[in-house]
């Protein structure tokens, strides 16, 4: 009896920190977003995991992007995943300068994990954009290379870096700066949208990737994000996830 009830009580805590993280991941931009519109999807692969995205609303012109993927699985990643999501959200006056987000959420990823007498790491994309001009600035640390959509040219570019995992050294971040033009879109995603896996052991893969967000140019973030993962789900046929999956789809408009 006391056993089942430990259990009963456990699967009530899984159940609610599956309930609080849920709502921490929002599914759309801040409907005060004038100059973009977006959407996010995420599934994870266990009650809770380490995938998470964020819009965060900086000052009147400015907002942030996050998407970012906690290494490991379960209680521990889901953990640390709050823990980045409420460092992100703190009232501190240099979100708008994504070297410095970088830097500090690293050194303190390091400084936990020195603690814990392990490794804290995670991959993140960090971008600020300026709604009156359209510029961008984005650091990618070690996260899958996002997408860069032209619709009216019908084009779909990969936007390349090489910064380090979150969490293992310092380094110095290398940012990544383009203007952001009404037309374009941005498509960031966590490794288990490509990584997911067919009974025969195949992965979805970038090339299947591409191809889906090429015929989603010119339909709604919505749309586009809905269609990424069926294609997903239709990949794997059944098999099981074994690894949580986020999608997020960001129009310039």
């Known amino acids: 009896m006391t056993s089942h009830t430990a259990r009963t009580e456990e ?6 920190a599956a309930e609080l993280q849920a709502a921490l991941l929002p599914r759309e931009c801040p409907l005060d977003c004038t100059h973009q519109r977006a959407a996010a999807r995420n599934r994870m692969c266990g009650s809770i995991g ?3 995205h964020d819009f965060l609303r900086l000052n009147e012109d400015q907002v942030a992007v996050v998407v970012g993927d906690v290494i490991g699985h379960g209680v521990r990643s889901s953990l640390l995943m709050a823990q980045i999501a409420g460092f992100l959200r703190s009232a501190d006056n240099k979100r708008s300068r994504p070297a410095e987000v970088i830097t500090a959420l690293n050194r303190m990823l390091i400084d936990l994990g020195d603690r814990a007498g392990t490794v804290t790491s995670c991959s993140m994309i960090y971008g600020v954009v300026d709604a009156p001009t359209g510029l961008a600035i984005f650091i990618n640390a070690g996260h899958p290379w996002p997408y860069l959509c032209h619709a009216g040219r019908s084009t779909v ?38 990584d997911a896996m067919d009974a025969a052991g195949e992965h979805l893969g970038e090339p299947r990737l591409f191809e889906v967000i090429q015929g989603q140019l010119h339909a709604a973030p919505d749309q586009c994000a809905d269609a990424v993962f069926a294609a997903v789900a239709a990949h794997r046929d059944g098999c099981k996830q074994v690894d949580d999956e986020t999608i997020v789809v960001i129009d310039r408009i």
Do not use: K, M, W
């Open 157 to 194: 570019e990969r936007l390349e870096s090489h910064n380090l995992l979150l969490g293992v050294q310092e380094f110095e971040p290398e940012e990544i700066c383009l203007i952001f033009e009404p037309g374009n879109r941005l498509v960031l995603y966590t490794d288990g949208v490509t």
């Open 11 to 16: 699967d009530l805590d899984l159940a609610l």
């Open 50 to 52: 380490g995938d998470f």
